[in-house]
């Protein structure tokens, strides 16, 4: 599997991006420049987390608006899987490949801390690794990842099981005690209609070997690793 991950003024995982899939996949990434207009041959495109543009106007905005972003928008369109982490998820909101809004969150405050997550939806490429239901800890860094959308849009991200992530307890449960950011739903990550373009707000890749804490990070570049090679 060959991957390329974006690299904005302002990423600052796309290094741990880097490491996770060349640890997972044995194979390199392509380390792609925001203001690069093409993109090499590759089998999944990566969006890492950070501050892409200092978070300045309204967080993914300007990255969306990125030479190479044109190219990514493409490639989505005809079939390229797309990962996007945190500000990478902001940034597909942005640039229309994913529904709804990501807002500050809900008690303005900057999280940084590992959460718990359930799996909802593991018929998806990069999920397959996961059982439906499963607890995992995943850590968080954002101050917008308050996810939004209008009630028609709710209901079809909830019929078309596109709910991949959402907050929780450490048992499953889902609730407004859980929800550590105000998120509609306890959404933590969606994916789009084609099940092909995946934006979560926690780091998968920051937890993908014991010595950093564990390893629930792993099964998403195991999954996209076995569909993709």
Known sequence: MKAAVIVFPGSNCDRDVKVALEARSGVTPHMVWHRDTTLPKSDLIVLPGGFSYGDYLRCGAMAANSPIMREVVAAARAGTPILGI?????????AGLLPGALMRNRDLKFIC?????????????FTRHYDVGSVIRIPVAHHDGNYFTDADGHKKLEDNNQIVFRYCDADGAVNDATNINGSLGNIAGIIDENRKVLGLMPHPERLIDPLLGGNDGSPLFDSLVEALS
């Open 86 to 94: 945190c500000n990478g998820f902001q940034i597909l909101i942005e």
């Open 113 to 125: 801390r590992d959460v718990h997550l359930r799996v909802d939806a593991t018929d998806t490429m």
